[in-house]
């Protein structure tokens, strides 16, 4: 039976991850810092992965086939997982803001970026500069783990909507527009790649059962602008246009996912048009 570690796989698409993998027979343990009850089934071990020597005295002797990381956002959380965990197989979550950077009109393949240096000496411990450096932790955390002997792949997700959704962004929109607001975009609000919180958990487990290496991108076919999201949301959205501090899904630059990489390797993704209406009615719901 195939051993599989997942860190983080409390909440929102994490841990449905965790509960199909279970379902699937897997011997599943999910590390987290047990703020969160995990999925019956599975075993539960509680640690800060910030905290190393927490970290090694929470998993022991344990060793697994495959890891799967849904809560690395910085480098030295990617090298004390490195120094700690023993695997076969790394999976990292990643994410389209690794990104950020690019500039280009044409859909964004995996070369674009291909990290090969980490910074350990900046302050990735605090949370200001984290979040305001959030696609370049993410980068230099894949860094890390690439650097390392331990077959490695990073998952590249779009941006998450439907479900069980914590971020509240889709909700945003929802609750301005229903109330007859105006959201705020820039003059010319350009399109990106979303997925189905249901899709990247399918994704994610498929994974654990592949063995390529390398970032994958992952996200629905048929990318979505701001004024795509509000028109399935209002007959009649209105919008107020803004230099800076728009609203969360409008983006100043063309920032679409080129998933053939993940096609060429055997998975299938849905199409926008297939679940945007069933996310703004859970987004309503919340």
Not at 13 to 23: K, P, T
């Amino acid at each position: 039976m195939k051993k599989v570690l997942v860190l983080g796989g409390s909440r929102y698409f994490g841990r449905d991850v965790v509960e199909r993998l279970r379902d699937r027979g897997l011997d599943v343990t999910v590390l987290n810092r047990g703020s969160t009850p995990a999925p019956s089934g599975v075993t539960h071990l509680i640690a800060d992965r910030d905290d190393e020597g927490g970290l090694k005295a929470a998993l022991g002797s344990r060793s697994f086939d495959v890891v799967l990381d849904q809560v690395c956002y910085t480098p030295v959380q990617a090298s004390i997982a490195r120094r700690v965990i023993r695997a076969d197989r790394y999976v990292m979550t990643s994410t389209i803001e690794v990104y950020d950077q690019i500039r280009t009109e044409t859909p964004m393949a995996e070369t674009l970026v291909s990290p090969a240096t980490a910074d350990l000496g900046l302050p990735w411990h605090a949370e200001d500069f984290l979040e305001a450096h959030y696609g370049e932790g993410k980068r230099q955390a894949e860094a890390v783990f690439a650097a390392g002997d331990t077959a490695f792949a990073s998952v590249r997700v779009a941006h998450v909507l439907g479900g069980e959704d914590f971020t509240g962004r889709l909700r945003h929109y929802v609750e301005r527009l229903d109330a007859g607001d105006a959201v705020e975009i820039h003059a010319q609000p350009r399109p990106s790649t979303f997925i189905h919180a249901r899709e990247i958990a399918d994704f994610l487990a498929w994974t654990v059962f592949a063995d390529f290496t390398g970032p994958v991108n992952a996200g629905s076919h048929g990318e979505l602008s701001v004024v795509d999201i509000a028109r399935a949301i209002s007959v009649e959205p209105r919008f107020r246009t803004v230099e800076r501090d728009a609203s969360p899904f409008s983006f100043d630059r063309y920032a679409v996912l080129d998933t053939s990489r993940a096609t060429a390797l055997g998975f299938s993704f849905s199409t926008t048009t297939d679940w945007l209406n069933e996310a703004v009615e859970d987004a309503r719901k919340a």
